[in-house]
């Protein structure tokens, strides 16, 4: 790790800690040439691959965006929103493998919305899905409906 401030290229840990519940470490560092000290933040990269080949990394802005635009008017505040991209996103970390098919973060998405908001987990899985017909949407009514019960 280089020094940010002087660019030595050898820096000395002094101290390490676990954040977000594990899933990275921040590190307490200082220059040996400088004698200024710095903190790093280390995390494990998770990359998602589209339908079209293309790796990029997970993001858990994009999958609250989505999910907002799913919500539109619906009383879902902010902060359901956040605890459902950390909840997609423990989920998906805790397949244990660095690359994951974009489908299968739809599919960690649904569970958690249905559970949030049945009406934006019906928009949210008529787009996802590919609903195509009100047979579809009737399908989906009905599971939801079973599972209430």
């Given at each position: 790790m280089h020094c940010p401030f002087c660019r030595h290229p050898d820096t000395r840990v002094i101290d390490s800690r676990s954040t977000e519940d594990g899933a990275a470490i921040r590190r307490r560092r200082n220059c040996p040439d400088c004698e200024r000290r710095f903190t790093t933040q280390e995390s494990v990269l998770l990359m998602v691959t589209k339908r079209s080949g293309v790796t990029e990394p997970f993001s858990r802005?994009?999958?609250?965006?989505?999910v907002r635009r799913a919500c539109q008017g619906r009383p879902v505040s902010e902060d359901a929103l956040a605890v459902l991209g950390q909840q997609v996103e423990d989920?998906?970390?805790?397949?244990?493998?660095?690359?994951?098919?974009?489908?299968?973060?739809?599919?960690?998405?649904?569970?958690?919305?249905?559970?949030?908001?049945?009406?934006?987990?019906?928009?949210?899985?008529?787009v996802y899905q590919g609903f195509d017909s009100l047979a579809d949407f009737e399908t989906a009514i009905a599971d939801l409906r079973g599972r209430s019960s």
């Amino acid at each position: 790790m280089h020094c940010p401030f002087c660019r030595h290229p050898d820096t000395r840990v002094i101290d390490s800690r676990s954040t977000e519940d594990g899933a990275a470490i921040r590190r307490r560092r200082n220059c040996p040439d400088c004698e200024r000290r710095f903190t790093t933040q280390e995390s494990v990269l998770l990359m998602v691959t589209k339908r079209s080949g293309v790796t990029e990394p997970f993001s858990r802005t994009k999958i609250i965006a989505g999910v907002r635009r799913a919500c539109q008017g619906r009383p879902v505040s902010e902060d359901a929103l956040a605890v459902l991209g950390q909840q997609v996103e423990d989920e998906i970390r805790a397949r244990g493998s660095a690359e994951v098919p974009s489908h299968e973060v739809g599919l960690a998405i649904l569970g958690p919305l249905r559970e949030l908001d049945e009406v934006a987990y019906l928009r949210f899985a008529s787009v996802y899905q590919g609903f195509d017909s009100l047979a579809d949407f009737e399908t989906a009514i009905a599971d939801l409906r079973g599972r209430s019960s």
